[in-house]
Structure formats: structure tokens, C-alpha cells
């Protein structure tokens, strides 16, 4: 198989433990090209660990991961080459403006005109106004942006984005999921990592539930709807939500890692 054909992300037997702490237990899954792929789970599920492995920050203590055709233990080099990491974390310069923030960056990727890479990307992401203004200054919405529109210089193929939306307000997060979307309408393959369920149900092509090491489900939003029979209510049929999904799968508490927080907020 050539790396063009083959899947954008495939994972078999993922596992991981920090000291006595096993974290993943035999992660399998496949991503197609240019679909939007959620990986859904708790606090302290493993999600960041995964996409640390993916992305070769991490390795594995067993099982193999391959990222556009490349193994990420022994083609790391490639794997880099083919990906770009927006981390849980903006990783942005705060003394910098957001032009000067992605010309740095197009300019240590050694590609032509940075100033024009910059300004179209601040253009994508509605960000021409704030152009010139030091990051310290930027909303949280903006940041994201920003760091995501970061990550986009150089056209990487695949992007994994931990947590992209996670403490933005609605409108914020509205908009870096539109930008998410132009991102796979333009053949980008997304790896994402959300607790959000209704961040899942809008972006993803496929939702897959991380609990306790492993994948539990893994489909597109019908399939893990009709998990579960619709709950009759009078007359009216009601459908399963995601939530409803998840929490009858994991357990209706939640608690999975060990930061004592309870993670899926409740859907108002
Ligand atoms: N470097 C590390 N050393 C020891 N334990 C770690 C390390 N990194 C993560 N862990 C632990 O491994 C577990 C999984 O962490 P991870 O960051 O992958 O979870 P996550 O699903 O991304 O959680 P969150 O939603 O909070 O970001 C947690 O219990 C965490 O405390
Ligand atoms: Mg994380």
C-alpha cells in the first residue's frame, strides 16, 4: 500500500502507562482521509496521551501507529513532515503580534513571502484587525485561532487538535469550529480531542469513546445513537442524545482520571 492510499491514521494495540499508572490498554482505531474524527473522553481518559504517541512526542510501550502510511516509532522524521499538533495549550508568542506569530513560524518552515502566508491566514481566521496587536492582548477565541491558523502553515495533511475549544465562550468556540469544517471541506484529515459531546455531534464524521484504556464505541453519530433504544415519553419519541449515549456507556458519574473534576458538563 502507498502512503496516498493509505488510511490518514491507523492504531492498533495502543498501549501506555506512566510508572504504575496504565493509561492505554490496546487502542485501536482508523481514520480516513479528509473526515473529521473525535476522540471523546473523560478527564484523564488518555486523550492527550494519544495524540502525543500520534504526533511522536510520546512513544508507546507497545502496538503500532502509523500516520499517512508512516510508522511513528521508525518513520518519525515523516510522520513530522505529514502533521501539524495544536497542543491543549495556545502555544502562541504573547510579546508578538498575531502577523508576526505566523511569519516566524512560515519563516522556520523556510517557505516563500511569510508575510503573505500571514496575512491570508489572518484573513481566514478573522483576525486582519487584530493584526498588528500583541497576543497578550487577544481573547481566548482569538488565541485559538490564532494557534490553530498556526498550525495550518505549511498545508500539513493531517492536524490533531487537543481540546481546541475547551474554556471558550459559545461564540468562540462557533467559530473555531467553522474553521474546523473549512479545514476537512479542503481535504485536511482532523484528528480532534474533546469532553465537549455537542463538539463531537457537530464536527465529527466519526465519534470514538476512550474509557479506561480503551475504545468502547467507535462510529459515525447514528450509529452510537441506536445503541440506544429511543426513550418513549408519553407520545413523543424522544431520540438518545450523545450524552445520553455516553453517559450509559461510561457510567452516568463520569469520574475516569484523577483530577477529582466532573468533566461532561450538563446540557442546559
Ligand atoms: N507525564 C506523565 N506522567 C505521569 N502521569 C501522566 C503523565 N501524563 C499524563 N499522565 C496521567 O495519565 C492519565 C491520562 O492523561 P491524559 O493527559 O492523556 O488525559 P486526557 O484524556 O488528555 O485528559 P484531559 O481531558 O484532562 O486533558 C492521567 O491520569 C494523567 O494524570
Ligand atoms: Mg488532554
Redo the contacts with the bound molecule.
Sequence with gaps: MTTQHAPAIQVHGLDKSYKDLHVLRGVDFTVARGSIFALLGS?GAG???A?KILSTLLKADAGTARVNGFDVATQAAEVRESISLTG?FAAVDEVLSGRENLALVARLRHLENPGRIADDLLARFSLTDAAARRVATYSGGMRRRLDIAMSLIGNPPIIFL??PTTGLDPQARIEVWQAVKELAENGTTVLL?TQYLDEAEQLADRIAILHQGRIIVNGTLDELKQLLPPAKVEYVEKQPTLEDVFLALVGADGKDGDTGQHPIPARK
Excluded: A, P, Y
Design positions: 478527564n486523550k492527550t496521551t495524540v491543549q487537543d481540546e480531542t
